[in-house]
């Protein structure tokens, strides 16, 4: 799952929360799901052109998207995960704290 970084790419932190965000693959809704795996419902979709503030990652069902092939998912909030694969993290590893 590399990406390559270059400068269009910006890592931000979200307005005084301390978290790194990224955007969301372009062209892709993004489904936000209870659990870090596609047998946890979902309970949100993101829209086109969204940013996601991580918060930490775990281990998680693998899920191929743009950007490669992961088992990472990433935590947006409070029971709030998304597959890492859909994210452009520009890593094919942990780019935060693993989920406690």
């Known amino acids: 799952m590399s990406v390559e970084n270059d400068s269009s790419q910006v890592q931000s932190l979200a307005a005084g929360s301390g978290y790194p ?3 969301v693959a372009p062209g892709y809704r993004l ?3 209870s659990g870090p795996g596609t047998n946890y419902s979902v309970i949100d979709v993101l829209p ?3 940013t996601v503030t991580l918060r930490c990652q ?3 069902t693998t ?3 743009p950007y490669g092939t992961t088992d990472i998912w990433d935590c947006v ?3 709030r995960f998304v597959s ?3 994210v452009r993290t520009g890593s094919d590893g942990f780019v935060v ?3 406690g």
């Open 77 to 79: 909030g409070n029971g």
């Open 48 to 50: 086109l052109g969204a």
């Open 31 to 33: 489904n936000v799901r």
């Open 58 to 60: 775990t281990e998680g």
């Open 21 to 23: 965000s990224y955007p």
């Open 63 to 65: 899920v191929s998207g």
């Open 84 to 86: 890492d694969a859909y």
């Open 97 to 99: 704290t693993h989920c």
